[in-house]
């Protein structure tokens, strides 16, 4: 699946365990719990592999716009996991419980509107199909070890270097202009993918320091 239907899926199902909740009798408390947690682990899952894979990806590729957005969407990120955090720690019977979900909702709702209508739309035009296809790949990979428990203070951004199929598609399209211009290279490879090419390899090696 694809980037972008991949995070759409999970909005709609997160949207979906909402509706049920609202759909949820009044004292039907042990229910409202159980669709709560299991909100929260779609929802942390959601926003972990989207700040460490497609976040990255938009600051990179979609410019100041895609820049700006993001940093909007990793604020509003914190503010859903405040709010998710708050009701892990209360129980459902809790007068607070309800309004609490009500304006998480909100949040979610006006986010995954910017999400689906300006800046997945700018991913699509900037990113080709296979980027596409193959950055879902690795979201859908990343989710397997992604955490489910919302934490509002923890790192949201990646704390290594870029991920190495975006650094490999940065060599590719270094290493084909080289190519061109001086002969060198045996292969480039999409995006994704690491290349084999020679005049990337003396690029890596010039990058690293020397041993003494
Ligand atoms: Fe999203
Ligand atoms: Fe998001």
């Known amino acids: ?13 997160v949207a979906g365990l909402v509706e049920q909740f609202e759909k949820t009798g009044g004292k039907a408390f042990k229910t409202k719990g159980t669709l709560i947690g299991k909100l929260t682990v779609e929802l942390v899952r959601h926003m972990a592999v989207e700040e460490q894979l497609f976040y990255p990806m938009a600051r990179e590729r979609l410019g100041d716009e895609g820049e700006h957005m993001t940093l909007e969407a990793l604020e509003e ?7 998710l955090k708050e009701l892990e720690g209360m129980e459902p019977t809790s007068e607070r419980y309800e309004a609490k979900v009500t304006v998480l909702k909100d949040v979610f709702e006006h986010h995954v ?3 689906e209508e300006q800046l997945f739309p700018m991913a699509q ?3 080709t199909k296979t980027e596409l296809a193959e950055l879902g790949e690795r979201l859908e990979a990343k989710k397997k070890t992604a955490p489910s428990r919302p934490d509002p203070y923890a790192s949201d951004v990646p ?11 940065i060599t590719a399209t270094a290493a084909a202009a080289r190519t061109t211009k001086t002969g060198r ?3 480039t490879t999409v995006a994704g993918k690491r290349t084999t090419t020679t005049a990337a390899k003396s690029s890596a090696s010039r990058s690293r320091p020397k041993k003494r």
């Open 125 to 127: 035009k900037k990113l």
């Open 159 to 169: 704390t290594r270097r870029r991920p190495a199929a975006e650094r490999g598609r």
């Open 77 to 83: 990120h914190h503010l859903v996991k405040v709010l």
């Open 185 to 187: 290279g045996t292969k």
């Open 113 to 115: 509107h910017e999400e």
């Open 1 to 13: 699946m694809d980037a972008i239907s991949l995070l759409k899926q999970d909005h709609r199902n």
